[in-house]
């Protein structure tokens, strides 16, 4: 201990004998103040900084940086009563803040972020396409998880023209039992209560994710589920492939409109009658794109206040159906029953009380099913497949 104040009392000697700068000034006084701290008698050396100090003063005043001898100066004047009593007490210390006086940037002059941020209120969701398939199908509600349903098939005989004292005709038909399964659909978020406490709406933003998922993979499943395991029986499953029948190689140059007009006429000879064309965009921008081979446009589609139609049937544009690809039919012979709509739980699970998760759960139970009688309905293709087949050589 000895030797560190021996060093100090001498380093503040030799700035008392030269000339002293202001970082000198402040490094010798935390080490002064360091060995203060450890019980150390440093009253001299502080009379002799405080010399150094008003010496450094007058040095400052006599230099030509005026901005940076007034800051001294003033830094000081602050500390002149602090001074004072540190010389009446011969105890306690005195810090001095220094820098210098320059142009001010965010750069060097700015800690954090300033000015505040102004942060648009709410979050900005991810874009999804939209559900649609629900708004054209048949929807109901179902009381147990087994839809059934009787069809007729296999008829045999039939009426015929029948004369005086003879044999009527005889017919009869098959009855059989159909049914489908009620399905489940499910999602779920962990979350921690600290973020459903302290993020501003994020519970409805949850709900509002959960629900948006649940409804796309709805959507999903009534237009191409399997059918297999947990999976609804979607109607392109059971939709009929394209046929050109009549116009096999017997249309000139064919569109997809025409591609369209050939199918409908394929379920109207099914004996049904087509009330939606579902449709990529990127397809239906080809129907307005079409030209004939001297560049004048065809303009068969018509877009009305009802939107676009092809032969008078009203066209769905959706990213879920792939492009290249078409579905046409009657929908209404399409079913969907709920067993139980979209409910949102929230829960533990685990150790989710002791770690504060929360799991938010989403779910619906639903049954889809078209028919087998009915499967004529539906008309599913391939664009460039179905124009190849049509096309006269």
Do not use: C
Request: cysteine-free; glycine content about 6%.
């Amino acid at each position: 201990m000895e030797d560190l104040i021996k060093e100090v009392t001498n380093k503040v000697e030799a700035m008392k004998a030269n000339q002293v700068t202001k970082e000198e000034l402040l490094q010798v006084m935390s080490e002064v103040t360091a060995l203060k701290a450890q019980g150390a008698e440093v009253t001299a050396i502080k009379e002799s900084i405080d010399e150094l100090a008003l010496k450094l003063l007058g040095l400052e005043t006599k230099g030509d940086n005026t901005n940076e001898t007034d800051t001294l100066k003033s830094v000081l004047e602050a500390k002149k009563e602090d001074l004072a009593t540190l010389k009446t007490n011969r105890s306690g210390s005195v810090q001095f803040a220094l820098k210098a006086v320059g142009a001010m940037t965010f750069a060097t002059n700015v800690t954090g972020q300033m000015p505040q941020a102004e942060r648009e209120a709410g979050i900005t969701r991810i874009q999804r396409r939209s559900p649609y398939l629900l708004e054209l199908v048949n929807v109901g509600s179902i009381m147990s998880n087994l839809w059934e349903w009787v069809e007729q098939k296999l008829p045999e005989g039939g009426a015929a023209m029948t004369g005086e004292g003879l044999a009527k005709s005889q017919a009869d038909f098959d009855l059989v039992l159909a049914s489908a399964t009620v399905k489940k659909v499910t999602a779920y978020i962990k979350v921690t209560k600290e973020m459903l406490d302290d993020i501003a709406l994020l519970r409805s933003e949850i709900d509002q994710e959960l629900t948006e998922i649940i409804n796309l993979k709805i959507d999903e499943q009534i237009l191409s589920g399997d059918g297999l395991t947990v999976n609804l029986a979607g109607i392109q499953l059971n939709a009929v492939a394209f046929a050109a029948g009549a116009f096999a190689v017997n249309v000139v140059t064919p569109n997809n409109a025409d591609v369209l007009r050939v199918a409908a006429n394929q379920i109207e000879n099914a004996l049904f009658t087509p009330n939606y064309i579902i449709m990529n965009p990127t397809d239906i921008a080809r129907l307005d794109l079409d030209k004939g081979t001297d560049g004048h446009y065809v303009y068969r589609p018509l877009t009305n206040s009802y939107g676009l139609q092809v032969s008078g049937i009203p066209v769905v544009s959706n990213t879920g159906m792939a492009v290249d690809n078409f579905l046409i039919g009657d929908f209404t012979k399409s079913g969907v029953r709920f067993k139980e709509g979209i409910t949102i739980n929230v829960g533990y699970e685990n150790d989710d009380f002791t770690k504060n998760f929360v799991t938010i759960l989403a779910e619906a139970r639903l049954v889809h099913r078209v028919k087998s009688n009915h499967y004529g309905a539906f008309v599913k293709g391939v664009f460039s497949t179905a124009k190849t087949s049509i096309t006269k050589p």
